[in-house]
C-alpha cells in the first residue's frame, strides 16, 4: 500500500471553527489532492498541489484553502466550517509517468462532522 | 455538471457470475479512465485502467471495456466473488491533463 496517512482519522467541531485537516506521504510523489466524498455525489476534487507551494483549484473549492510547504504534506483547511462541510475527506497522491497522468492511490479518509 | 455518471447506484449478482459495472462520460477530451473499488471505512484503491488508444484492458479477472463513440465504459469482473462486495467508481481524466472526474459509485453485492 503506498505511505499515505491523514489526521485525524475523526473530528467534530462546531460552526464557525476554524479546521486543518492534514495528509502526509512518504512516497515522494509530485501531485497531491484532496477530495470530499458525499452521498449521491461520489468523490468531488477540492483542490490539488502540482508540488511545493504549487496549489490549484478543483470543483469544489469553495471555503477550503490548501498549503504544501513540503513535498510530504499537504494542508486543507476549512477557515469557518459550516454544516456543508460534514463530510468524509480523502487525501490521495500520484505520480505522472512520461505518458501523463497516472492513478491516483487514497489515504484512508478524514470524517469530519460540524454542528 | 456531472461530466462522468454511474447510472446504477446497486447491484446483485451471485457468487460464480459476472458483474457488469457500467459508466458514461460527457466530455470528449477524456482520454484516460480508471476504476477504483472502495470498502467502507477505507479510501478508495486501484483496481485498473484503460487509455482512449485502446477498447480493452484486461487484469485477471478484471477487464474494462472502452466504446469511444458512445463515451461509455464498463468493469466486468468474472468470476465474481463475495470479497467483491464494495463500491466501484470509474474516473476520466485527460491523460495530459491534472484532474480526475468521479462517477458516483455503484454498490455491488455478490451473493454467496
Known amino acids: 500500500d503506498a505511505g499515505i496517512t491523514q489526521s485525524p482519522r475523526h473530528k467534530v467541531t462546531e460552526t464557525g471553527t476554524p479546521v486543518t485537516l492534514r495528509c502526509h506521504q512518504t512516497?515522494?510523489?509530485?501531485?497531491m489532492y484532496w477530495y470530499r466524498q458525499d452521498p449521491g455525489h461520489g468523490l468531488r476534487l477540492i483542490h490539488y498541489s502540482y508540488g511545493v507551494k504549487d496549489t490549484d483549484k478543483g470543483e469544489v473549492s469553495d471555503g477550503y484553502s490548501v498549503s504544501r510547504s513540503k513535498t510530504e504534506d499537504f494542508l486543507l483547511t476549512l477557515e469557518s466550517a459550516t454544516s456543508s462541510q460534514t463530510s468524509v475527506y480523502f487525501c490521495?497522491?500520484?505520480?505522472?509517468?512520461?505518458?501523463?497522468?497516472?492513478?491516483?492511490?487514497f489515504g484512508p479518509g478524514t470524517r469530519l462532522t460540524v454542528t | 455538471d456531472q461530466q462522468v455518471k454511474q447510472n446504477s447506484p446497486s447491484l446483485s449478482v451471485q457468487e460464480g457470475r459476472i458483474s457488469i459495472l457500467n459508466c458514461d462520460y460527457t466530455n470528449s477530451m477524456f482520454d484516460y479512465f480508471l476504476w477504483y473499488k472502495k470498502y467502507p471505512a477505507e479510501g478508495p484503491t486501484f483496481l485498473i485502467s484503460?487509455?482512449?488508444?485502446?477498447d480493452k484492458n484486461e487484469d485477471g479477472r478484471f477487464t474494462v471495456f472502452l466504446n469511444k463513440s458512445a463515451k461509455h465504459l464498463s468493469l466486468h469482473i468474472v468470476p465474481s466473488q463475495p470479497g467483491d462486495s464494495a463500491v466501484y467508481f470509474c474516473?476520466?481524466?485527460?491523460?495530459?491533463?491534472?484532474?480526475?472526474?468521479f462517477g458516483t459509485g455503484t454498490s455491488l453485492t455478490v451473493i454467496p
Open positions: 512516497e515522494n510523489h509530485r501531485y
Open positions: 484503460i487509455s482512449s488508444i485502446k
Open positions: 474516473a476520466a481524466s485527460k491523460v495530459t491533463g491534472n484532474q480526475f472526474y
Open positions: 490521495a497522491i500520484s505520480e505522472p509517468s512520461l505518458a501523463g497522468v497516472s492513478e491516483q492511490y
